[in-house]
C-alpha cells in the first residue's frame, strides 16, 4: 500500500465522518425540539433527554471539527468511533426490543428504519475501527536517508 | 487549500442537505375521549416522563388520557 494511498484514503473517511457528523448535528439542531420529544418515547433514555438534546449534537459538531483539522483529525477520529460504538449499542438495544420507538436520529437517516440504521453504523464503525488501525500502522513507518542515516521523514511530517 | 478540498465538498454537502431537511414527521398515537371515542395525537406532543407506571398517560385537554400506539387497549404505549 503506497503513503499517497494511505493517506487519500484516512482522508476520505475522515470526510465521510465530517459529512455524516455535520449533517446529523446541523439537523439535530435545527430542530432539536422533534429531537427532544422523539427521545422522550426510548425508556432508556427518557430521563436525560433533556441533557442529550444538547450534548449529542454539540459532540457531533465538535467531532466534525476535529476531523477538519488535520492536527486533531486522529482524536476526532477515535472520538467518531467512539461515539459510533454508542450509537451501534443504542440502535441494537432498540432493534432488539418489542417496543417500536421512533428513530431519533437526525434528517434522511431515519427514513432508513433501524434495520438500515444498523448497518449503516456498523459499516461506519468497522471502517473507522479499520482506520484507526491503519493510522497507527502507518505512523510507525520511517524513512531513513541513505547518506545521513537519520531519518528524513516520519508519518506524515518531514524531519528537518 | 487542496488537502482541504474533500472536507470542504463534505461540509457544503453536510450544510446543504441539513438546510433543505424538514422536521420528521412524528408518529400518531391514540386516546379515547370521554364518550370512549378513538381521538389522534401527534406523536411528538406525547412526553410522558417514564417512571414506575408501565403506560404512558398524558394530560390532554386537562384530562389524562392513556396513550395507545394504535386503536386498540391491548397496544398501550409503555414506557420502563
Same mark, same amino acid.
Given at each position: 500500500?503506497?503513503?499517497?494511498? %494511505? $493517506?487519500?484514503?484516512?482522508?476520505?473517511?475522515?470526510?465521510?465522518?465530517?459529512?455524516?457528523?455535520?449533517?446529523?448535528?446541523? $439537523?439535530?439542531?435545527?430542530?432539536?425540539?422533534?429531537?427532544?420529544?422523539? %427521545?422522550?418515547?426510548?425508556? !432508556? #433514555?427518557?430521563?436525560?433527554?433533556?441533557?442529550?438534546?444538547?450534548? #449529542?449534537? =454539540?459532540?457531533?459538531?465538535?467531532?466534525?471539527?476535529?476531523?477538519?483539522?488535520?492536527? @486533531?483529525?486522529?482524536?476526532?477520529?477515535?472520538?467518531?468511533?467512539? =461515539? %459510533?460504538?454508542?450509537?451501534?449499542?443504542?440502535? +441494537? !438495544? +432498540?432493534?432488539?426490543?418489542?417496543?417500536? =420507538?421512533?428513530?431519533?436520529?437526525?434528517?434522511?437517516? &431515519? &427514513?432508513?428504519?433501524?434495520?438500515?440504521?444498523?448497518?449503516?453504523?456498523?459499516?461506519?464503525? *468497522? $471502517?473507522?475501527?479499520? $482506520?484507526?488501525?491503519? &493510522? #497507527? /500502522?502507518?505512523?510507525?513507518? %520511517?524513512?531513513?536517508? /541513505?547518506?545521513?542515516?537519520?531519518?528524513?521523514?516520519?508519518?506524515?511530517? @518531514? *524531519? &528537518? | 487549500?487542496?488537502?482541504?478540498?474533500?472536507?470542504?465538498?463534505?461540509?457544503?454537502?453536510?450544510?446543504?442537505?441539513?438546510?433543505?431537511?424538514?422536521?420528521?414527521?412524528?408518529?400518531?398515537?391514540?386516546?379515547?375521549?370521554?364518550?370512549?371515542?378513538?381521538?389522534?395525537?401527534?406523536?411528538?406532543?406525547?412526553?410522558?416522563?417514564?417512571?414506575?407506571?408501565?403506560?404512558?398517560?398524558?394530560?390532554?385537554?386537562?384530562?389524562?388520557?392513556?396513550?395507545?400506539?394504535?386503536?386498540?387497549?391491548?397496544?398501550?404505549?409503555?414506557?420502563?
Amino acid at each position: 500500500m503506497t503513503r499517497k494511498f %494511505m $493517506t487519500r484514503y484516512i482522508d476520505c473517511v475522515a470526510a465521510a465522518f465530517v459529512l455524516l457528523y455535520l449533517y446529523a448535528g446541523l $439537523t439535530k439542531t435545527i430542530h432539536n425540539a422533534e429531537f427532544f420529544h422523539a %427521545m422522550l418515547h426510548s425508556p !432508556s #433514555i427518557a430521563k436525560y433527554a433533556n441533557l442529550l438534546s444538547v450534548i #449529542i449534537p =454539540l459532540s457531533e459538531l465538535t467531532l466534525a471539527l476535529l476531523l477538519f483539522i488535520p492536527k @486533531t483529525r486522529f482524536i476526532g477520529l477515535i472520538g467518531a468511533t467512539l =461515539l %459510533m460504538l454508542s450509537f451501534t449499542v443504542y440502535t +441494537i !438495544s +432498540i432493534y432488539s426490543s418489542s417496543h417500536p =420507538l421512533p428513530c431519533t436520529c437526525g434528517g434522511i437517516i &431515519q &427514513q432508513l428504519g433501524w434495520s438500515g440504521h444498523l448497518i449503516l453504523n456498523i459499516t461506519f464503525l *468497522i $471502517t473507522a475501527l479499520l $482506520t484507526i488501525i491503519l &493510522q #497507527i /500502522r502507518f505512523n510507525d513507518f %520511517m524513512i531513513i536517508s /541513505r547518506s545521513s542515516r537519520k531519518p528524513v521523514e516520519y508519518s506524515r511530517q @518531514t *524531519i &528537518q | 487549500m487542496k488537502k482541504f478540498s474533500l472536507f470542504i465538498i463534505a461540509a457544503a454537502i453536510a450544510i446543504g442537505f441539513s438546510a433543505f431537511t424538514s422536521p420528521k414527521s412524528s408518529t400518531t398515537y391514540y386516546y379515547q375521549d370521554s364518550s370512549n371515542q378513538w381521538q389522534s395525537i401527534d406523536g411528538s406532543l406525547v412526553s410522558c416522563i417514564p417512571g414506575t407506571v408501565n403506560n404512558c398517560f398524558e394530560t390532554i385537554n386537562g384530562t389524562s388520557r392513556q396513550i395507545f400506539k394504535s386503536m386498540s387497549t391491548s397496544d398501550p404505549l409503555k414506557y420502563n
